[in-house]
């Protein structure tokens, strides 16, 4: 079904499992093995077709991957802007943990504020392309805001279920957007089984859970086609994620793989660093005992609220993904994550959210271990904004009178 002009060179799905075939021009969910979806492209006639030099002039966002994304039709694009976002020298920040060339990728700057845009995007996109009608997803948070926005974007129905105590400002946005938005007691699993009972009554919706349907990964894998490019098209020594249900790094592992076989970039893979808190750390226990799926993670509870996911249904590739690339799983406290969050901003004037900072805590102890070398290139992922988590700063000024004055230093 690819035009003659493609626009995608979108071949067909894979189960990540057992390798087998589906066809990509149908709303597909998980495999018959209850295993993710993965899309596959012909490289051969990619290769043939663009080259880095082509891909450096076009408009700079995620768009600008488009052989490799799984949208057929421009005409289809659903888009806010997204993409590009700035990959940033970490200077002061390096120092302090031992670094001469620390990174920071800001995800902080797309729309929505959080990587979760890149995923919406191409997964709203070709839902749309593909005839869906609405889409129903639980949520931490943030990505069933930016699914409700870009699903308002193109004209679709959104339902959004969330645990009670998500970021307030998560719930504004879906509701803002008028997505049929639900509170649920309980975690991002008790939401799931709500979402999975409500799309059976509502022709046309989609579920679109995480690794539930195969597009939003293909939006995260930007991520690491823009980390090349910026770089001069060559990879990084090392990259670290945070790490919930895991489809950015997933992502990025992809992204990794398919730009080596195209020739855009050579040499050996950088080693992919799972990042979990204390308070919900399923790789990283599975990690250690050198497992390729994970067990449920009880009482899960961290102030890294993107990053709780008890169980994970794509854990096995975050392993893989690990394993292959000789990388390795930390859990850090929300104590040290917190720490983290506040001198980066004082260090580096970066706001960022819990879930990146977690990945900075992270980096002290990865050094003093010596899994991280001094003089190695490592890229930081920070995921969101720290402004959809005001709850993470207590704010304790003075409050002056009208007639006042600001107090002295000595």
């Known amino acids: 079904m690819t035009p003659s002009s493609a626009y995608s060179f979108l071949s067909h799905l894979e189960c990540s499992r057992t390798g087998e075939r589906y066809d990509a021009d149908a ?48 005409r289809h694009v659903v888009s806010l802007g997204e993409g590009m976002t700035p990959l940033l020298p970490m200077r002061a920040y390096g120092r302090r943990a031992g670094l001469t060339r620390l990174l920071m990728k800001d ?18 996109s070709r839902a749309a392309e593909l005839g869906v009608k609405g889409v129903a997803m639980p949520t931490n948070g943030n990505a069933g805001a930016a699914w409700a926005l870009y699903a308002a974007r193109a004209g679709m129905g959104s339902l959004i279920a969330m645990p009670d105590d998500a970021p307030p400002i998560t719930m504004a946005e879906c509701q803002i957007a008028g997505a049929e938005l639900y509170r649920v007691d309980g ?21 679109v859970s995480t690794l539930k349907e195969p597009y939003r990964l293909e939006g995260k894998k930007t991520m690491g086609y823009e980390i090349a490019e910026q770089l001069g098209w060559r990879m990084p020594d090392v990259i670290l994620y945070p790490t919930g249900g895991g489809v950015g790094i997933i992502g ?12 855009w970039v050579e040499g050996d893979l950088p080693r992919l660093i799972a990042v979990q808190a204390t308070g919900c ?10 497992a390729r799926e994970s ?12 990053i709780t996911v008890p169980k994970a249904l794509g854990d096995f590739l975050v392993l893989d993904a690990v394993y292959e690339t000789g990388g390795t799983a930390i859990a850090v406290t929300d104590e040290q994550l917190l720490a983290a969050q506040a001198e980066l901003a004082e260090l580096e004037g970066a706001f960022i959210c819990p879930e990146g900072a977690a990945c900075f805590a992270a980096l002290e102890p990865l050094r003093e271990s010596g899994r991280i070398g001094a003089d190695e290139e490592v890229v930081v992922l920070n995921t969101g904004t720290g402004v ?15 007639d006042g004055r600001i107090p002295g230093r000595g």
Request: avoid cysteine.
């Open 281 to 290: 750390a399923p790789i990283v226990r599975a990690f250690e005992k050198g």
């Open 27 to 74: 709303v597909q969910g998980t495999s018959s093995a209850g295993a993710p979806l993965l899309a596959r492209y012909d490289l051969e006639r990619v290769r043939d077709t663009v080259t880095p030099r082509d891909i450096a002039g076009r408009v700079p966002d995620l768009w600008r991957y488009h052989e490799v994304l799984p949208v057929r039709d421009e």
């Open 388 to 402: 959809k988590y005001p709850e993470t700063v207590r704010v304790d000024v003075p409050l002056l009178a009208k």
């Open 187 to 207: 975690l991002i699993g008790d939401a799931g089984k709500l979402v999975g009972a409500a799309v059976g009554e509502r022709a046309g919706y989609q579920e």
């Open 295 to 306: 067990e449920p993670f009880a009482n899960a509870r961290t102030v890294a609220f993107g």
């Open 107 to 124: 995800e902080g700057l797309v729309p929505t504020g959080t990587f979760k845009a890149r995923g919406a995007a191409v997964g709203v």
């Open 252 to 263: 990025i592992h992809k992204a990794l793989r398919e730009m080596r076989e195209l020739g």
